[in-house]
Every structure is written in structure tokens, then in C-alpha cells.
């Protein structure tokens, strides 16, 4: 029994950091019909962007809590200023050419981010600092959980309330509801489309890179094609959960995390990976909205 | 008209250039070929290989101003990213474009196992320093290895567990991917159990993976006393991390997957009171490994690892080699220059070359004394080591059972 709720306690924090992926897919997708398959590199860019912050204030070797709260603001804030570049230079010159096109630049950009990471960050793995020293807290039963996984189930259950809050009570949030139903009526209620979609990657890669600083506080191994199976691991979490559909992304990175723990725990670890896309299958057959999606999905 | 003789003077230019590249170099040289993970995951393997080979060319420089037998040796170094498939094709360059003599590489088995056959094929002698898994040599005769193989090194650690640690309930992590980490495992089974002891727990991960507490939860629930985790150091530095932190105290042992000088720095302290097998140990008084151990120092102001030693090794096997081919058959070493690329006479010149490295015995390298057997393999005892305080420490030598 100790082992199971050892291995949900591991499965809900991988999932909360698949859902805080998830997130940035789901509101892009909700907003333009766009699945961005670079979103899994930009989470990348978020923990190689902790990575610099952290040594540029002196994190690795005096690691404070400030500090840490530092570097993880850094990077969402360098990551969200990449998202709005991306969106911009790559997104918006296309948004009236067909889906298509869109879809092919979103993989262009995916693969310009990963091998230009590659030449900027360079190809060798990178060890992500100690910026909070792990401790080991015991739940009891023989279960436990690490301090950093305390921490990431924290702040992401923490930003996927603040996003909760921007979307359904601020005028912003308002604006990117309206402009997800349709373009043409909220242009025509005064609402700067081109702003709410920018905004709307700024917020996505934000998550992305939060998750991005949590997993290589826990995992510190990071490198510039890490982002690859995360990002599509997540892009199946919102699908599961319904694609456009918020609390949906958080659902299906939680049900996805479990099952992969699970999976690793008592079937076979070679499954770890399958699981995903086997998951996605059965959705795409059983519920092709997903769980809490409502509208007809579009299969990619 | 002016602007038209200097495209033409430019292109006379660029075809001369592109023909003296197809061409037989002016230059008589002896290229060898060496192939590694310069970068990716494993990516101090590949540079410490490099830096091993590099000292002992630095040394024959210093003896013999880079020559053997009147010929400038060269040494073509192709970086194969750490994947079996990148390796097969730095061989084919290597061995087709390049048209080296000798290759030297890989360190993992995986990959040597990926340019082995192409040695084979084109008659080219390749020596491994340090790919430990036994199907390397069984490639054919023109494959050498100067290390222990993983049989050896499994029942080294499986006795070192049962008999010095007394443990008697051992998990096995492995790396369901990597030749090595799977033969590994397997003997380690074999010769754990004939000793007495159980394998409670078997899990595997695939190198590149993150998080391993799905596999470390279901282990710790079956209470071994150690777990065998026969893998490379990226890995096993995370993989002690978590065991920590999910509150498992047990030592992790472990093979030469784990010598690496970034080891420490991925696992930190969870890495203190574990065990692995080695080629060598950095605090043996041996003079040989010491004087080299200076001259590492001082070039790379760093510690070598026992991968750069092996490859050391394995550079100055080669070049005593063709001394001695240089110095029997002037004639037939000549059929190795660059020059003589693709003929008859270079096939018998490295056949010859082949000869003499299948007949390397006590040779006094810095990983301890070489003689190779029948089937192309080094024996030699292997050592323990224990991490203390984040550092490597010797801890006993076992030798052939």
C-alpha cells in the first residue's frame, strides 16, 4: 500500500508539471486553432534560462529562497518574452495562410530552438544547480516526498490559480475568452486581437518555463532537446483533457502522470513513453473531445 | 574583362584545391583514426578518450618528432554524438575517406559494436580501450580491447558485494538500451546468485530518462541491501539522487559506466558509500600511472579518468606496434603511408600490422600490464572503488577468480 501512494505521490508531481505544459498548449489552441509544437521547447529555454540566472546572481553557491524565487521569475519572464518574439515573427505573418501553414512553421520553429540550442547552449548535458538543497519529508506509512516536489506541486498549483483568476476575472482575460470564440465579433468590440494573441503565448510560455525550473530543480540534468518528449507528452495531456479546455489541460497532465508512474511501477518501465501515445489513441477513438472538452475536436 | 580572368583565376584556384583533396597528399603520413562521443550524453567518455590519445602523441613527439619509420603520424579524430548509428558513420569516414590505418575507439560497447564490423570488413585493426561487453572482439580478428571484460567485472562486483559487503539481497536498475548496462546485469546475475546470493528486484530505465522514482519506489519496496545499477555516470548520478530522496539508504555498486569526472557533480553526496569496479585507481603508488598522471595534470590541470588511461594505453599499443613493423618490414610498412591508400600492399601491410598487435605481451601500460589472449582481449585484475566524501578512494583489487 506504502508503495502505491508512493508512486501517486511521485505520479501527481511529474503530472502537475505535465499540466503546467499542458496549459500553454490548451490556451494557444483555444485561442488560434494552433497547436505549437515549439511549446515543448520553450520549456526548455526556461530551465537553460534558471540555468544562467542562477549563476549570474550566485544561487548555485548561496542558495536562499529570494534567490530561487529570483531565478524562477527570471526565467519566466525570458521566456515569455520568447514566446512573444515567436508569435510575432513566426505566427503572425501566417495566421491567414491555411492551418497548415501554421502547423509547419510551429515545427520549423520547434526544430529552429532545438538546434539552435544546441549551438548556443551546447550539445553536452548541463547540471542545473542546487538552487534549493533537497530535504526528504516522511508522510508517514513509509511514504515520502521531497522538498522540491513539495515546492513543485506548490507553484504550479499556485500559477494554475493565478491563471484561473487572469482569465475569468480580469478585462484581459475577458478579451482572450471573447477572442477564442471568435476573432472578427471581438475585433469589433474594440479588443486588439494581435494583443490578446500575443499575450496569450507570453502567458503559455511562462507556465512552460516555470516547469521548465521545476523539473531541473528535481531532476538537474538539462539539455537542449529535453524539451522534445515533455512537450509532446503534454500536447497528448491536453488533448486527453479536451484541447482548448483549461481545467481539462490540468486534468489530463495529472491522469498522464499517474498512468505513466504507474505504468513504470508495476507493467514495465520500457512502457514509460507508450503509454502516452497509447492513451491518446484510446481518446482519440472513445472521446475524440477529451474528457472535459465539449466542442468537436480537430484531429492533427 | 578584367572582373572575368579573376573568376577564372578563382576557379582554377578552387579546382585546384578540390583536386589536391581527391588526390594522394604530397605528404607521406600514417592517419589514424580515432572515433568518440566528443559531446551528448556521454560526452566525457569521448574527451577523455581524445585527451589520453592525445599525451601519448604528445610523448612520441617528444621521443621520435612524430614518427615511426620516417612517417608523420596523424591521428583523425570523428565525433560520433554518442549514437550507435553517428559511430558507423564516422567509421565508414574514418575507414573510406580518411583511409586510416588503425582506428581506435569506442568506449561504449553499444558503439563499438556499431564500428567493429566495418574494421572488419575493410581490414582495419581497431582496439576499444574500454568497451567492456564480450561481443566487441567476437566481431572478428582485426578487433582488440584493453580492458577487463564485463563478465569479469560483473562477477568482480558481485563478489565484492557478497563477500566484502556481505550483502545477500540485491535490485537490479539497468539500461534496457545499452549492450553494456544488459550484459552487465546478466552476469551480474549469474555469478550473484551462484554465490549464494538473490536478485529481489529487476527494473530498467533507457539513458536520457529524467525521473527513475517509479522504478526506485517498486524496488525499495522489495528491501534489498544494495542495488546494482550498471549503467553511466549521467544516469547514475540522478538515480542515487532520487534513491535519497525517496529513503533509500542502501549502497549503489556499480561498474566502469560510472568513472566520469562529472559523476560526483551529478550525484552530489548521495553518491557517498557506493561501490563501482574500475581499470584503475588514481591513489595506487604505481610509478608508471603516476608519471602520467603528472603529465595529465599538468597539460589538462585536471584529474584523467581511467577511460583517458585505457585510451593512453591503447594509443601507445598501437605506435609499439608499427615500431616494431617499421623496424622488421620497412618494406611492408611503407604500404601503410597515405600514399598507398587502397592497394594491395597497404591489405598486407595492415594484416601485418593486425599480427603484431594480437601478439602485445606484458606490456607495462598505466592501467596495469597487457597481454592479450587468443581471443584479442586484455586480462587484468579490476579494482574498487568507494566514494567517501566525494571522492574516489581505492578500496580492494580482485583479480581472475
Excluded at chain 1, 540566472?53 to 542558495?63: C, N, R, V
Excluded at chain 1, 544547480?129 to 522538498?147: A, D, E, R, T
Excluded at chain 1, 495529472?254 to 512502457?271: C, D, K, Q, W
Aim: aromatic share 8%; hydrophobic share 45%; with cysteine.
Amino acid at each position: 500500500m506504502s508503495e502505491f501512494l508512493q508512486q501517486l505521490v511521485n505520479g501527481v508531481t511529474w503530472g502537475s508539471v505535465y499540466a503546467l505544459i499542458a496549459l500553454g498548449y490548451t490556451m494557444v489552441y483555444g485561442i488560434l486553432r494552433l497547436i505549437n509544437f515549439a511549446h515543448g521547447d520553450v520549456y526548455m529555454l526556461g530551465a537553460f534560462f534558471g540555468l544562467y540566472a542562477a549563476q549570474w546572481i550566485g544561487a548555485a553557491d548561496h542558495p536562499t529562497p529570494v534567490r530561487a524565487f529570483v531565478v524562477l521569475v527570471a526565467a519566466m519572464l525570458g521566456c515569455g518574452a520568447v514566446g512573444a518574439i515567436i508569435e510575432r515573427a513566426a505566427y503572425k505573418p501566417v495566421r491567414r495562410s491555411s492551418r497548415l501553414a501554421a502547423l509547419i512553421t510551429a515545427i520549423g520553429v520547434s526544430l529552429l530552438l532545438e538546434n539552435g540550442g544546441i549551438l548556443v547552449f551546447g550539445p553536452n548535458p548541463r547540471f542545473f544547480p542546487q538552487i534549493v538543497p533537497s530535504s526528504q519529508i516522511s508522510l508517514g506509512h513509509g511514504v515520502s516526498i521531497s522538498n522540491q516536489q513539495v515546492i513543485i506541486l506548490v507553484v504550479s498549483t499556485g500559477l494554475m490559480f493565478a491563471l484561473r483568476f487572469i482569465v475569468l476575472n480580469t478585462r484581459v482575460g475577458k478579451a482572450m475568452r471573447a477572442v477564442s470564440h471568435n476573432h472578427m465579433a471581438a475585433a469589433l468590440m474594440g479588443i486588439s486581437v494581435d494583443r490578446i494573441i500575443t499575450f496569450t503565448f507570453v502567458l503559455g510560455s511562462m507556465l512552460a518555463a516555470a516547469a521548465g525550473v521545476l523539473v531541473a530543480l528535481q531532476n538537474p540534468k538539462i539539455d537542449p532537446l529535453m524539451g522534445i518528449m515533455p512537450g509532446l507528452k503534454a500536447f497528448v495531456a491536453a488533448v486527453l483533457g479536451g484541447i482548448g479546455n483549461i481545467p481539462g489541460a490540468v486534468l489530463g497532465g495529472l491522469v498522464m502522470g499517474i498512468a505513466e508512474v504507474l505504468v513504470v511501477g508495476y507493467l514495465s518501465p520500457s512502457y514509460r513513453d507508450a503509454i502516452a501515445f497509447v492513451l491518446l489513441i484510446v481518446i482519440l477513438l472513445v472521446r475524440p473531445t477529451g474528457i472535459l472538452g465539449t466542442q468537436a475536436a480537430e484531429k492533427v | 574583362m578584367k572582373s572575368s580572368i579573376r573568376l577564372n583565376l578563382t576557379l582554377a584556384a578552387a579546382l585546384a584545391l578540390v583536386l589536391s583533396g581527391c588526390g594522394s597528399t604530397p605528404n607521406e603520413e600514417l592517419v589514424i583514426g580515432e572515433y568518440g562521443s566528443l559531446t551528448g550524453n556521454d560526452a566525457t567518455f569521448g574527451t577523455s578518450t581524445k585527451t589520453g590519445v592525445e599525451i601519448a602523441l604528445d610523448e612520441l613527439m617528444a621521443q621520435h618528432q612524430d614518427m615511426i619509420g620516417g612517417l608523420k603520424v596523424k591521428v583523425v579524430v570523428e565525433d560520433d554524438q554518442g549514437k550507435p548509428e553517428e559511430a558507423a558513420t564516422a567509421v565508414q569516414k574514418l575507414v573510406n575517406q580518411d583511409r586510416v590505418i588503425a582506428v581506435i575507439g569506442e568506449v561504449a560497447s553499444s558503439r563499438s559494436l556499431a564500428g567493429a564490423p566495418i574494421c572488419q570488413a575493410a581490414g582495419v585493426p581497431m582496439i576499444t580501450p574500454s568497451s567492456t561487453n564480450p561481443r566487441v572482439t567476437q566481431q572478428g580478428d582485426y578487433i582488440f580491447r584493453m580492458c577487463f571484460l564485463d563478465d569479469f567485472q560483473a562477477s568482480v562486483v558481485a563478489r565484492f558485494t557478497a563477500l566484502h559487503l556481505k550483502l545477500k539481497k540485491v535490485a537490479i536498475l539497468k539500461d534496457v538500451k545499452n549492450d553494456y548496462s544488459v550484459g552487465l546485469a546478466k552476469y551480474f546475475t549469474d555469478s550473484f546468485t551462484a554465490l549464494g546470493g538473490s536478485i529481489v528486484a529487476e527494473s530498467d530505465y533507457s539513458a536520457g530518462d529524467q525521473d527513475f522514482r517509479g522504478q526506485l519506489t517498486a524496488i525499495k519496496a522489495k528491501h534489498p541491501e544494495a542495488i546494482f545499477v550498471p549503467g553511466y555516470y549521467t544516469e547514475v548520478g540522478l538515480i542515487a539522487r532520487q534513491s535519497r530522496e525517496l529513503g533509500i539508504k542502501v549502497p549503489l555498486v556499480g561498474g566502469d559506466g560510472w568513472e566520469s569526472a562529472q559523476l560526483i557533480g551529478i550525484g552530489g553526496s548521495a553518491l557517498n558509500g557506493c561501490y563501482y569496479s574500475n581499470h584503475w585507481a588514481l591513489d595506487l603508488p604505481d610509478p608508471a600511472l603516476q608519471s602520467f598522471l603528472a603529465t595529465y595534470k599538468a597539460k589538462f590541470h585536471s584529474d584523467p579518468d581511467a577511460i583517458g588511461g585505457l585510451a593512453y594505453d591503447a594509443a601507445n599499443v598501437l605506435f609499439t606496434a608499427l615500431q616494431k613493423l617499421a623496424e622488421q618490414d620497412p618494406d611492408t610498412f611503407k604500404g601503410l603511408s597515405s600514399t598507398k591508400a587502397g592497394s594491395d600492399l597497404r591489405k598486407r601491410a595492415t594484416k601485418k600490422l593486425r599480427d603484431l598487435i594480437a601478439t602485445t605481451t606484458n606490456f607495462k601500460g598505466v592501467t596495469g600490464t597487457i597481454t592479450l589472449d587468443e581471443n584479442r582481449n586484455a586480462s587484468k585484475p579490476a579494482v574498487v572503488l568507494e566514494i567517501k566524501d566525494g571522492k574516489k578512494v581505492y578500496n580492494t583489487t580482485i583479480g581472475p577468480a
